[in-house]
Nanobody
Framework: VQLQASGGGLVQPGGSLRLSCVAS????????MGWFRQAPGKDREFVAA????????NYADSVKGRFTISRDNAKNTVYLQMNSLKPEDTAVYYC???????????????WGQGTLVTVSS
């Protein structure tokens, strides 16, 4: 499975962005999906995850109430809607696919190339 993430960019604090991740195969429909991020000089961290049905989600405490993960299995796409962005959200964001929902990166088998989000005035 190949994953292609997009939607990153420069946004002011308080602004919004929507990231997209398109999968190359229809087996995406049966995969749990996650978003992770890595800020400069820091370890990669979990952001959000969604099961294959789209009815179970998990969020990092730092993004709860601001970020929303969703998916469209007909389009083989998972989204991350990011609102009320803060400078500390600045990072490269990666999407990943797994057979089960998890906040642990080692559970994920496939990774996208990452898209840079910069939150700055």
């Amino acid at each position: 499975v190949q994953l292609q993430a997009s939607g990153g960019g420069l946004v002011q604090p308080g602004g919004s962005l929507r990231l997209s991740c398109v999968a190359s195969e229809r087996t995406f429909s049966f995969s749990s999906m996650g978003w992770f991020r890595q800020a400069p000089g820091k370890d990669r961290e979990f952001v959000a995850a969604l099961n294959w049905r789209g009815d179970t989600t998990n969020y990092a405490d730092s993004v709860k109430g601001r970020f929303t993960i969703s998916r469209d299995n007909a389009k083989n796409t998972v989204y991350l809607q990011m609102n009320s962005l803060k400078p500390e959200d600045t990072a490269v964001y990666y999407c990943a696919a797994s057979r089960r929902i998890s906040n642990r990166d080692f559970v994920y088998d496939y990774w996208g190339q990452g898209t840079l989000v910069t939150v700055s005035s």
